[in-house]
T-cell receptor, first 109, second 113 residues
């Protein structure tokens, strides 16, 4: 099955710093989602981005499907950005997602 | 708010017991997925239903079963519970074509003592 690798596993940032999180996947996909899991355990949808680039406020994401990777950019980080960021992929749109192990982000004031 | 609801939020039970977790998908979504998040296994897919029929099966134990009812809500039944079944159980729903974003519910945190 599809393998998903996320890097780095852990990241500590000063408030206001920028960061880039990476997701590599082993096969072609037609579904790729980025999630933020907050300290209460909620999985919050950030992006549905099987290809191309999207932006939402301080967050943006790019997926290069032909090279099998996706990047999540966080700019001007805030303490509320802390949590675990997951990348999840699926071979087609309505199939189960395979999750990476996540990147744990800690933003300190 | 994703539009997916799950009940209960928390469940504490003893080994050997049986529990039922409930999920209501977003209005109009025919696909329902169940995932388990445990400390050692991460987030894993359990089972998918589409319009009442089982569509895909993942790493779901034989002690676990699920169904999707005509009103599209779904239930996950966990029986003969073991300590290792303690986890966060998520339900997600999606449409079947186009933007098939999976929207996740708030999860049910199961603790087996």
């Amino acid at each position: 099955g599809i393998q998903v690798e996320q890097s780095p596993p852990d990241l500590i940032l000063q408030e206001g710093a920028n960061s880039t999180l990476r997701c590599n996947f082993s096969d072609s996909v037609n579904n790729l989602q980025w999630f933020h899991q907050n300290p209460w355990g909620q999985l919050i949808n950030l992006f549905y981005i099987p290809s191309g680039t999207k932006q939402n406020g301080r967050l943006s994401a790019t997926t290069v499907a032909t090279e099998r990777y996706s990047l999540l950019y966080i700019s001007s980080s805030q303490t509320t950005d802390s949590g675990v960021y997951f990348c999840a992929v699926g071979p087609s749109g309505n199939t189960p997602l395979v999750f990476g192990k996540g990147t744990r982000l800690s933003v300190i004031a | 708010d994703s539009g997916v609801t799950q009940t209960p939020k928390h469940l504490i039970t003893a080994t050997g017991q049986r529990v039922t977790l409930r999920c209501s998908p977003r209005s109009g979504d025919l696909s329902v997925y169940w995932y388990q998040q445990s400390l050692d296994q991460g987030l894993q897919f359990l089972i998918q239903y589409y319009n009442g029929e089982e569509r895909a099966k993942g790493n779901i134990l034989e002690r676990f079963s699920a169904q999707q009812f005509p009103d599209l809500h779904s239930e996950l039944n966990l029986s003969s519970l073991e300590l290792g079944d303690s986890a966060l159980y998520f339900c997600a729903s999606s449409v079947d074509w186009g933007d098939t974003t999976q929207y996740f519910g708030p999860g049910t945190r199961l603790t087996v003592l």
